[in-house]
């Protein structure tokens, strides 16, 4: 049974001088993750509004089979400037997992929906993944669930639901595309989870790289499309299709790795309440979508629960 923790015992005297991907827990995040997280952030987020200018002109199937192929080629230059790190034993039924559940139809399932809704709500409900995750972590991955990371779900799950009140008088879609965005939270939900024990095993780099081939794997049924979509597109289609590979998929995919190696599974999660905050500002700069006055009030909220699951052991000073 999953309880809360007080989060009052004094930090140990002595800390590790360099995180490892397994002793990150509680470790205060320093500036490279930081970093990371940031480019992560703010890459998945310019996703959101690439793929909602492209679903127009290019099916889901062959959008989802180009942004992999290019991430896959992306990365086999990161993963093979040394001697690949392979795994090893049930590793794979994990990277399966991941590759076909956050790779594979999280990208078939989030580009079709976004066909049918927009950006900003396509969004919004993927936020529901970091809630998933952050509550079957304490089950799968012996995570804590404390007092302060409940209290950062809750605060940031009412930041998203006060941008989801924003745009209930907006026309969002039918509701196929609702129900396609729940199938790819729920995917990229399972992803993580796969992910992080691998991350303990594993460099990112080989996680990501193999992960997004299997995901390609996936999307093979509609290479077709693809053919038909490079015969006819432009060179500016073809631009965002590559962008969608290297950029949110080879580098934020890598850095989201980087972040998720050197902390827990729910509280690193729970930063991507960002998102649609993030994503909203961008799709208003870029697609001239101006959001409703409440997603402001809602990307506070969250970024208020981002930094309540931040808050780590309680700051008693050390026994001398």
């Keep these: 049974m999953t309880t809360l923790s007080d989060d ?12 490892s991907s397994t002793a990150g827990r ?13 480019v992560t952030l703010v890459l998945w987020a310019s996703a959101f509004v690439a793929i909602r200018h492209l679903g127009k002109d290019v099916p889901a199937g062959a959008l989802s089979l180009g942004r992999l192929l290019v991430a896959s080629i992306a990365l086999s230059f990161l993963v ?34 976004e066909r049918r809704i927009d950006a900003g709500t396509a969004a919004l409900i993927v936020q529901i993944g970091p809630l998933i995750v952050a509550l079957l972590a304490t089950v799968f991955l012996g995570e804590r669930m404390t007092r302060w990371l409940l209290a950062g779900m809750v605060v940031g799950f009412a930041g998203v ?43 990112g780099p080989e996680v990501t790289w193999i992960a997004c081939v299997i995901g390609t794997v996936v999307c093979l049924p509609w290479a077709g499309d693809l053919v038909d979509v490079v ?11 590559a962008y ?7 580098i934020a995919f890598t850095t989201w790795a980087y ?7 729910g509280k690193v999660t729970l930063t991507t309440f960002l998102v649609p905050f993030i994503a909203t500002l961008i799709a208003w700069a870029l697609l001239s979508e101006v959001p409703p006055a409440l997603t402001f009030a809602g990307g506070g909220l969250a970024i208020v629960g981002v930094l309540l699951t931040r808050v780590s052991r309680a700051a008693r000073p050390a026994p001398r």
Aim: hydrophobic letters at 50%.
């Design 231 to 241: 015969k006819v597109a432009d060179a500016g289609t073809l631009w965002w299709i």
């Design 80 to 113: 093979f400037r040394r001697r690949p790190t392979w795994p090893k034993g049930r590793d794979w039924w994990l990277l399966v997992l991941c590759g076909v559940g956050w790779f594979g139809i999280y990208n078939l399932a989030l580009n079709e929906a």
């Design 161 to 203: 639901a006060v941008i989801a009140r924003g745009f209930s008088g907006e026309s969002s879609g039918d509701t196929v595309g609702v129900w396609l965005t729940v199938l790819a939270a729920v995917t990229y939900a399972i992803g993580v989870l796969a992910q992080k024990p691998l991350l303990g095993r594993m460099p």
């Design 8 to 19: 009052t015992t004094p930090p140990p005297l002595e800390t590790p001088v360099e995180p």
């Design 259 to 265: 972040v998720l190696s050197r902390g827990d599974a």
């Design 244 to 250: 969608l590979g290297i950029f949110p998929t080879a």
């Design 26 to 38: 509680g470790a205060p995040f320093d500036w490279r993750v930081l970093l990371a997280m940031a």
